[in-house]
């Protein structure tokens, strides 16, 4: 009688970042979402940063955070002082989950089984790349790190993460739906000073 695979016998053996990729995207976890958008940066980096999930822009171009969250941070970053090329930047769930209506692919939130399928890749990703500081944008991203639901306004600040130095901020895809242009500047200015604070931890 043939066994089913389950998906614990799918989780490879593998020795480098590309081979966890390279086995990922032989088996995308989510059948109806997008394409397998990978983490980038160098594995050398010190400070990962780990998002939602990517986006229509990134689903595109098949690179994180280069959609309109993604030049939010860009911006926010280079303002603390962060240079984008040497961190690392990867997503809870790797792939777009979207509702289309007409043209358009409406981003739907990642469910808790989505984001538990994938947290054994994210951990070992992040094994690999091996930061001092892994940096949680909001709360998809902490739930994944964390294990269980974090609310941001209260654990917002340094976490520990199995172990390794964290911190939990918000996503920058909350700042671009303030609508009011005061708060969205304040809410802005917070988190400019959270990305100070992650740059300036040991
Ligand atoms: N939002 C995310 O969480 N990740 C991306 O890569 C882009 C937008």
């Known amino acids: 009688q043939a066994q089913r695979l389950s998906e614990e016998d799918l989780r490879p053996e593998v020795s480098s970042l590309e081979a966890l990729n390279e086995a990922l995207s032989a088996n995308p976890p989510l059948a109806d979402s997008g394409r397998i958008v990978f983490g980038e940066g160098p594995v050398s980096a010190t400070i990962a940063f780990v998002g939602e999930q990517p986006g229509d822009e990134e689903d595109r171009m098949g690179r994180p955070f280069v959609g309109p969250a993604g030049h939010l941070l860009d911006g926010a970053m280079a303002e603390a002082g962060i240079d984008r090329s040497r961190v690392y930047l990867t997503n809870a769930v790797k792939q777009f989950k979207f509702i289309e209506r007409g043209k358009r692919r409406i981003h739907q939130k990642p469910s808790m089984s ?15 790349v091996d930061p001092q500081m892994v940096v949680a944008l909001g709360a998809t ?27 939990v901020t918000v996503h920058p895809s909350y700042l671009l739906r303030i609508p009011n242009k005061e708060a969205r500047k304040i809410a802005y200015e917070a988190f400019v000073a959270d990305l100070r604070a992650i740059a300036g931890s040991p």
């Open 114 to 128: 989505e984001v538990t399928r994938y947290r054994w890749w994210l951990k070992r990703e992040l094994d690999f």
């Open 141 to 167: 991203a902490a739930l994944a790190l964390a294990g269980h639901r974090v609310t941001i306004t209260k654990a917002r600040g340094p976490a520990q993460f199995d172990g390794r130095p964290g911190f």
